[in-house]
């Protein structure tokens, strides 16, 4: 399991154009990947897990990915929020 920390940049937070690439980003890896806010856990594959959590602009979320391609599956969704998810 590998975890690490991340902030939102996009402007509208994570809304549904943003939670969709997010969720597509996740699907491609076979761990099972989950994030962390505010003490409520989302699952990364479901846009209605990740536009239940209410992330903003400027949010911290704790990205989890626990499988045989985890670290893989972290570095590409670290790289996908940090280059904005598409805005």
């Known amino acids: 399991m590998v975890r690490q920390k991340v902030v939102i940049k ?3 937070g994570l809304h549904l154009r943003p939670a ?3 969720c597509k980003e996740a699907m491609q890896y076979k761990s099972l990947i989950t994030f962390t806010f505010r003490e409520n856990t989302a ?3 479901s846009v209605l897990s990740v536009l ?3 992330v903003k602009c400027g949010d ?3 990205l989890t990915c626990d499988g045989q391609d985890e670290q893989e599956a ?3 969704l670290v790289k996908a929020i940090e ?3 598409g805005e």
């Open 10 to 12: 996009n402007p509208t």
């Open 20 to 22: 969709g690439i997010l």
């Open 43 to 45: 699952n990364a594959k």
């Open 52 to 54: 239940g959590a209410c």
């Open 60 to 62: 911290e979320i704790e």
């Open 74 to 76: 972290l570095d590409a």
């Open 83 to 85: 280059g904005g998810l």
